[in-house]
């Protein structure tokens, strides 16, 4: 082989060396892709790792990444990953990739502001593609949930729930039966960790300042291991009253007849006043007041545990919804 061809050979093979780590990081994100959309969600995110340990400066698996943290709650991880992107990205990958942050947006400002209440997000159609760019990159749609209205616990997982302060006006003290329930109904309907501490009532003589207290909280959460706090005001009434009923009774005729009467029923009403610390420095994250009633003919002769437990069990959709933010479906690209 001449001088000339060597040379030429030498320069070939020395710019497939410096294209080698590029296409091989396209692989692997491609990859990522194909696997995410199996639902393989840990091989996806190894191999947009693989794709970033390749060629650091990946926007496509910076991006795929960002949306598999935001699909996964973590938000600051996914904000570095967008940011990271965006700078990196060539023309046709950035409108995808701006699109995303777009979205994501909003969300990060509630996240990080720690207001989930104002406003609405709103899933936005898909600009026109550039037709110049169309064949430059793949993509994939995904749907991810995320939160929407709602308190910011994000993060959190362990919950000290309890004890509760007697409302002034309650007929009996329900904190020991509540705080059983409302502990094994979360674990049951969320992902959070429970804890209490029924064994450690609270002092009679701090219950009026009892949720002003940050240092006692903090103290308790740290001897119950938990970083979320739930406690508040609890209370029961109960009223009796006559109530006009219709039943439908079969007369001596044989025929079918609705009648009126008069029936002694009970209501039983459960406030809470809800309140949501922080367990590290006993911060106040969340404070509403939810309310529920069951009624019972006097006749039926229903038991007051049984009463408590039904009106506990129409509150807790009230408490799940409150504790858990609401989430809204949006769109994500993923590109190849």
């Known amino acids: 082989m001449s001088r000339l061809g060597v040379a030429a050979a030498l320069l070939a093979l020395g710019v497939g060396c410096a294209m080698a780590p590029v296409e091989r990081g396209k692989n692997q994100s491609q990859e990522g892709v194909f696997a995410a959309d199996q639902g393989f969600w840990e091989e996806a995110e190894f191999r947009w790792l693989k794709a970033l340990a390749i060629a650091e400066l990946n926007a496509r698996a910076l991006n795929n990444l960002a949306v598999q943290y935001e699909r996964d709650g973590e938000f600051e991880t996914a904000k570095q990953h967008y940011d990271k992107a965006l700078v990196s990205a060539t023309p046709a990958e950035h409108f995808y990739i701006d699109r995303n942050n777009r979205q994501f947006a909003p969300i990060w400002e509630r996240i990080s502001s720690g207001d989930m209440g104002d406003g609405e997000l709103i899933d936005m159609p898909i600009d026109q593609f550039p037709e110049d760019l169309a064949a430059a990159v793949g993509?994939?749609?995904?749907?991810?949930?995320?939160?929407?209205?709602?308190?910011?616990?994000?993060?959190?997982?362990?919950?000290?729930?309890?004890?509760?302060?007697?409302?002034?006006?309650?007929e009996s003290n329900i904190n020991d039966f509540a705080v059983r329930y409302f502990r094994r109904r979360i674990t049951q309907r969320t992902f959070f960790e429970t804890q209490d501490q029924l064994e450690q009532p609270l002092d009679p003589g701090r219950r009026a300042n009892a949720f002003d207290d940050a240092d006692y909280w903090v103290e308790r959460a740290a001897a119950a291991e938990a970083d979320l706090v739930l406690t508040g005001t609890i209370g029961l009434r109960t009223e009796q009253e006559s109530q006009m009923v219709r039943e439908r009774i079969r007369s001596p005729d044989g025929q079918i007849r609705e009648v009126a009467r008069f029936q002694d029923v009970v209501t039983y009403t459960v406030t809470f006043d809800v309140v949501v610390l922080r367990g590290e420095d006993g911060e106040k994250l969340l404070e509403t007041t939810l309310e529920a009633d069951a009624s019972y003919p006097v006749e039926d002769g229903a038991?007051?545990?049984?009463?408590?437990?039904?009106?506990?069990?129409?509150?807790?959709?009230?408490?799940?919804?409150?504790?858990?933010?609401?989430?809204?479906?949006?769109?994500?690209?993923?590109i190849y």
């Not at 994939?140 to 002034?168: K, M, Y």
């Not at 049984?306 to 858990?324: D, G, H, K, M, S």
């Open 303 to 334: 038991s007051n545990q049984e009463a408590v437990f039904e009106t506990l069990e129409r509150l807790l959709p009230q408490l799940l919804e409150t504790i858990t933010p609401r989430r809204s479906e949006q769109s994500r690209y993923l």
């Open 139 to 170: 993509v994939l749609e995904i749907i991810i949930s995320v939160p929407d209205q709602g308190p910011n616990l994000a993060g959190f997982d362990r919950l000290l729930v309890g004890n509760f302060v007697p409302a002034e006006d309650s």
